[in-house]
Each structure stands twice: as C-alpha cells, then as structure tokens.
C-alpha cells in the first residue's frame, strides 16, 4: 500500500512540475504569436482548419515545435526525478542516451494527443475552462475556488502516469525507428521514385561476350561496403575496410582469411577481386548476376556456391537475396546484395572462440555460413506459419476479398521458397560429395547435418504449401457458406410476406362491393390473422431447425 501511495505521489509531482513549465513555454509562445494557444493536439486541428491562413501556418507550426518541447521536457523531468520525487524506492526507467528527431516527434506527439483526451474527458464532466491553465487555478483559488485546483490535482497524477509511461517506451520507439531519420529522406525518395525498369534483367545481357561483367537486378545499396575477419586458433582480427584495394592482401600465414562485400553492382570492384584470387570471368559474372538459382562448381584452387536467402520484408513481402561464396584453401569471400546480415552469428564465434571455427579451415567457415542461410529459413517459415495460422481464424470468422489477396500471397512466397530450397539441397548434397582438396574429411559430417537441416526445411515448406493450398478452398467454402445464410434469411422473410402480402392484396382490390370492409373492427381482425400467419410460420421455421 505505501509504493501505491509513494508511485502516485511521484506521478503527481512529475505531472505538477511538467504542467509548470509547460505553461511556461505556452505563455510565452501565446505572447509572442498572439495565438490562443491550447499546448495540445487541438493547436494541430487549429491549424487544418485554419489551413488557408498565415495563422493557420504557424498553428501548424507550433504544434510540430512543441511536439519536440513537450519530449525535452518530459525527458528531461524523468532523467532526473531522483530529485523531486518524494518516494525515493520507485524503479529508474532506462532511457537511450541518442534519440533521433522522428522518434522526439512521436514521443511528444503521442503525449499531446494524451493530454487532448485527458483534457476532453475531464471537461466533458466539469464545465472548466482549462485544468492545466496554471493562472486560472490560482486566480481561483485566491478567490475560495478550489475545484480547478482538485482537477488540476487530477490531471497531474493522470499526467504523471502519460508521461512516464510514453517516455519509458523510448527506447522501443527508437529501436522500431532507428532506420529512419531525417538523413534517410533522400534515400526513401530514390525509392518512391524508382521505376520498374531500373533494375537490369538477364533479357538486357543478351548478345554481349561470355563473362561480361554486368550486374542483373535491382541496386539494393547505394555504396559497396567491405568486411574481413583474420583468424586462427589463437588469434582474430575484425576490421571493416573502406576501399576493396585494402582487402587485397596475400595472406600466405596459415590463418584463414574472411572477406565479406556488401554490393554487386560495382563491376571494378568485382574484377579487382576477381585478378588477386584468380577467379574465371565466367565465375565473376556469376556472382554480379542475382537471377540465378543456386549451384556449385568446383574450380582448380576454389569452390564457387551460390544459395539464396530469403527475407520478408514488410507488408509480408518475400524477397529472395543471393549470396555467393568463394571458397579457396585459406580464404572465404562472400557476396551479399544487401547490408541484411544473417552472419552476426559467426562472426560472435569466431571472436569468441566458441566450438571449433577457430581451430578449422576455410571449408568449415563455408559451412558455417552455408548452416547460417538454411537456419535462417526456419525464421521466415516461423513468420509464415503464423500469419497462416491467423488467416485461418479469419477465414472461420470473417473471410473477405483481402483475405483472398492475402493467401495468393502466401502461394507465390511458397513457390518461391520451394524454387530456392530444392536447387539448394542439391548444392549441400555436392557440397559434402565434392572431391576437393578444400573440403576436408571432418567437415562433412557437419554438412551432412547441414544437408538434413536442408531436407527438413523442404518438408515443412511442402506443409505450408498444402496448407495455403487448402486455403483457397477454405476461403471458397466460407464464402459459400455466406451466402447460404444470407439467402436462408431473405428466404424466411421472403416467405413470412407472401401470405401477408396475399391478404393485403385481396383487400387493396378496387371492388364496390367488399363486405368485410363493412364490419366494425375488421381492420383489427385482419390485423390479428396475420400477426396469427407469421407467428405461426416462425413456429414452423423453428420446428424446422431453419432459425
């Protein structure tokens, strides 16, 4: 009961010292725009609705500066309440040190539009002018008022708990956000402006030379980042190098040498590494050449693999990334088309020295990152087995035509994750086969459990598959069934009409001569037999087990 009392006097505290020197900024912002300012999303609608006008503009712009203001405040107040809280045993809340503009604006944007509801409801039940107006509460006050000086008591504990319970969320917003920023604008525009035909097709390279070097598909980063890792039983070197002429080195020390390169679209930097370590043009090509499905060959001094890794993007996109590996007698190269790292993983141990990467060769490190890509299969069809298993409740519940969009969706990723991991079972089956004086003999135990990995993944996608499959049949069958019941229901009533309607008709005839409409209450007696004719067939329905 008393970290009850102790939490709510903090929240209260938090909620007076932040609505003092809120109203602060607002007064003086009042003064100086001449603008009846409300310090809350309502300065927002001002503005829209104002739109057309100078003052409408700097509504507008109030409320986007005192978004951030309302964020530095409510940060600021958190960071240090050790100093005006009065109950000293509540929990610190952990707030990140770098906080980017667009999360600033959604923190104090989503506290604004709190404080407009707080503000709503509590003058929704006391007529007040403003209950976070520090003056008014004083000036009445003075006066033997004290109920705005109860409500402000009440906001500022309700304030309190906003506060605290949106800036605790900061770090969540930055992480969810931490892609986008104001430095990231013209990036999103090359995006949004990109068109269809940026990206080069296999239909663009015909007629040129064998081992032409030109990159086939889309340019997914803007600059070709380099990666290398030197390593043996005892020692480990990580650098990230800035031009590919750095990562040219003759490593003749028996330590195994990891290169990883970020970008396929720079031909020079491909031919650069293709001159040091000798690899064919055809090879090269290969590698800047995303539409092919995976393979591998065995070359003189190297292993040449490529496998493909899928990501899902967002709005449960599915985009299958190629990855080519390079596999010589002391050194790994692998080609990625985008800075979506899956090898986080390896790279953890090999600095730590977990297991035996450090004590193997380039052969286990090739398999390492080979068990990375199939493993990371298991999470996209994780992701997939889940929007699978809500789209079959909804088709149970409420099936509509974007449930229909949806599971053709959920067919196209399964043909091509079935397209990607049937070439692949047969690369890792190669893989442990191969004949090469790169692959020794201990490795291939680990690719054999690869390979089985690879032979699971088959099976469960093939489950997912029938499953999406019986979706669409599903999705067929509810619709049916919809639409058995709505003609059921207009059937019933359809029916229950007919008679009524028979008589209503019969009296509604032009005839002269009617007798019964000469009858006193016969207007009530036919009344009452139609009341009699539809209870009666609602009976029937009932008895009929058709309601």
Not at 154 to 164: C, D, R
Not at 341 to 367: H, Q, T, W
Not at 396 to 416: A, C, F, G, S, W
């Amino acid at each position: 009961m008393r970290e009850q009392i102790g939490i709510i006097a903090n929240r209260l505290v938090l909620g007076f010292v932040f609505a003092f020197v809120y109203q602060i900024f607002i007064g003086v912002a009042t003064s100086l725009l001449s603008l009846p300012l409300t310090g809350n999303i309502q300065d927002l609608i001002s503005g829209i609705e104002q739109i057309n006008s100078e003052q409408g503009l700097w509504f507008i712009a109030w409320w986007i500066l005192s978004t951030i203001i309302i964020t530095v405040i409510a940060i600021l107040i958190v960071k240090n309440k050790r100093y005006i809280y009065p109950y000293k045993q509540e929990k610190d809340i952990n707030i990140p040190p770098n906080i980017t503009a667009v999360t600033a604006i959604i923190v104090g944007a989503v506290i604004s539009f709190m404080f407009f509801l707080i503000d709503l409801m509590i003058g929704s039940i006391v007529k007040i002018n403003t209950s976070t107006d520090v003056q008014a509460i004083y000036e009445a006050a003075a006066n033997g008022d004290l109920g705005p000086f109860a409500i402000s008591i009440v906001f500022s504990i309700i304030a309190g708990f906003v506060i605290i319970g949106v800036v605790s969320k900061t770090s969540r917003v930055t992480e969810i956000t931490r892609d986008v920023d104001f430095t990231h604008i013209s990036n999103i525009t090359k995006l949004l402006n990109k068109k269809s035909n940026d990206a080069t097709t296999s239909s663009d390279t015909v007629g040129l030379h064998p081992g032409a070097l030109i990159h086939v598909g889309e340019k997914l980063v803007e600059k070709v980042t380099f990666d290398q890792i030197k390593f043996d039983k005892t020692a480990f070197m990580h650098n990230t190098k800035d031009t590919i002429e750095e990562c040219l080195i003759i490593n003749e020390e028996p330590t195994v040498l990891w290169t990883n390169i970020v970008g396929l679209h720079d031909a020079d930097v491909i031919h650069k590494i293709g001159q040091h370590y000798s690899i064919h043009n055809l090879v090269q090509s290969d590698i800047m050449n995303t539409e092919l499905r995976p393979k591998i060959e065995n070359h003189e001094n190297y292993l040449q693999i490529i496998l493909k890794l899928p990501h899902l993007l967002s709005e449960n996109q599915l985009f299958m990334e190629q990855i080519s590996l390079i596999v010589g007698k002391n050194y790994v190269l692998s080609f990625q088309e985008t800075s979506d790292d899956i090898f986080d993983p390896v790279r953890e141990r090999l600095k730590n020295s977990v297991g035996k990467i450090r004590e193997k060769k380039s052969d286990y490190l090739a398999y390492a990152l080979v068990d990375a890509i199939i493993d990371y299969y298991y999470v996209v069809m994780e992701k997939i087995g889940i929007q699978s298993e809500i789209l079959e409740e909804e088709l149970m519940d409420n099936p509509t035509p974007k449930t229909l969009q949806t599971i053709h969706t959920l067919k196209r990723e399964m043909v091509m994750l079935r397209k990607s991991i049937w070439p692949m079972r047969e690369v890792i089956d190669r893989f442990d086969r191969m004949d090469s004086e790169i692959i020794q003999e201990s490795t291939r135990t680990y690719l054999h459990d690869v390979y089985n990995h690879t032979v699971q993944v088959m099976d469960n996608i093939e489950g997912l598959r029938e499953m999406v499959g019986g979706m669409l049949d599903t999705y067929l069958s509810s619709i049916g069934n919809k639409m058995n019941e709505v003609m059921k229901t207009l059937t019933i009533i359809a029916s229950i009409f007919i008679p009524i309607t028979f008589i209503a008709g019969i009296y509604g005839t032009n005839f002269s001569y009617v007798p019964e409409l000469e009858w006193e209450g016969s207007y009530f007696v036919m009344l009452g037999i139609m009341g009699i004719i539809v209870f009666t067939m609602m009976l029937w329905f009932r008895n009929k087990k058709w309601l």
